[in-house]
């Protein structure tokens, strides 16, 4: 029986969700060069358009319809059969369409994140052709796994509550691959500020605020489970920001703004998986832990092994989804969520055992299908631009647009 109640509350979540993805546009756009900043925003709003779109084709029904253990059927192709009544599998208080749009956010931003990795350097038409093959072929799928009715890892009892394994691991380790595989932008080796960190704070807050609908929203039903994850989500994002502020502050002797908004997401991050299992004591050492992790991820991981993940998606999302996945196996607790399980804390280690597995799967896949899509996309039409390009900028090469027509 549909409740009005959950029903209004995952359709204001879904609106939260679909916010991060303009929230992480100005993110992403005040950390790029200005000739860039039109490009990322661009790249992001498009995501919104295009995966839209496939999802409602043919991704929805891939990554929740019944199947096998690997993928979905095809019978809500063009939301068939996905209708006002509830689905009992997903959600049973609220519409099948509900949940599915909800959902749909969820497939948005994922592809969106990983634009950080080849910000700067890549065609907008390769954009396009990889996002499209990218949530296809591996996003659609371990969705699936993690979620859908039958997927593998759920039926081995791996939980992510709101997308740790599904979100910023597979996003993460794909951008990692797609800055390895682009390489370096030209002149990076000197050093390239941010153009506008005031755009990157605003888009900071915009993804706290949008989290909440991520996180708490993925109870899909307005009860404890709900509030647990809303507080437990705030309090990783605040410990987080603290954590990677002082690692600055006691290593280079001054904190910045930049640092604080990383540890914030990290902590936003890692939270992801756990946030509907653990308490808050938990979610006080996640936030810690992740802002500890992303900075060295960044500052010191990063320099030695000299990648150009441009604006540290891997560093942010794929280590602190590692990371969060982790403590999941590591702090769940039945006593916050009945359904979930117990972690190492809580006397199951085979529990953070079958999470690991999770994280490899999802990590192996992530990188493989995605070196192949690139190798794909590259043999069809080239994923980088010119070096003439890159020097003049994408706004202009890509989009034939300037952000700023006054240059100070």
Sequence with gaps: M?????????????????????????F?????????????????????????????????????????????????LGLNGVGFEPNADYAGTIPHQVFMIYQAMFAIITPGLIIGA????????AFLLFTLLWATFIYDPVAHWVWGVGGWLRVMGSLDFAGGSVVHISS?????????????RKNVEKGISPHNLPFSILGAGLLWFGWFGFNAGSALAVNNIAVNAFIVTHIAGALGGIAYMFM?????????????????????????????????????????????VSYYMITIIKTKFAYDDSLDV??????????????????????????????????????????IIAILAITVFSLIGTYVILKIVDALIGVRVSPAEENMGLDLTQNQESAYTILV
Aim: net charge positive.
């Design 248 to 292: 600055e502050w006691v290593n280079n002797k001054k904190p910045t703004a930049l640092g604080t908004i990383t540890g914030m997401v990290a902590g936003l991050a890692t939270i992801t998986p756990a946030a509907g299992y653990v308490n808050i004591f938990a979610s006080v050492c996640i936030g810690l832990s992740a802002g500890i």
């Design 118 to 125: 080849f910000a700067e350097r890549m065609k907008f038409s």
């Design 28 to 76: 992403y756009g005040g950390l790029v060069r200005r000739k860039n900043v039109l490009s990322i925003l661009m790249q992001c709003l498009t995501i919104l358009c295009v995966i839209t779109l496939q999802w409602v084709l043919f991704g929805y029904s891939l990554a929740f319809a019944p199947f096998n253990g690997l993928i979905g059927g095809l019978q809500w």
């Design 172 to 184: 993460g380790i794909s951008a990692l691959v797609t800055a390895l595989y682009l390489g370096k």
């Design 2 to 26: 549909i409740n009005t109640t959950d029903t209004a509350f995952v359709l204001s979540s879904a609106a939260l969700v679909m916010l991060m993805t303009p929230g992480l546009a100005f």
């Design 314 to 355: 891997f560093g942010v999302h794929g280590m602190c989804g590692i990371l969060g996945m982790l403590m999941t196996g590591i702090f769940a607790s039945k006593a916050v969520n009945s359904a979930g399980a117990n972690g190492l804390l809580a006397g199951n280690g085979s529990f953070l055992l079958i999470q």
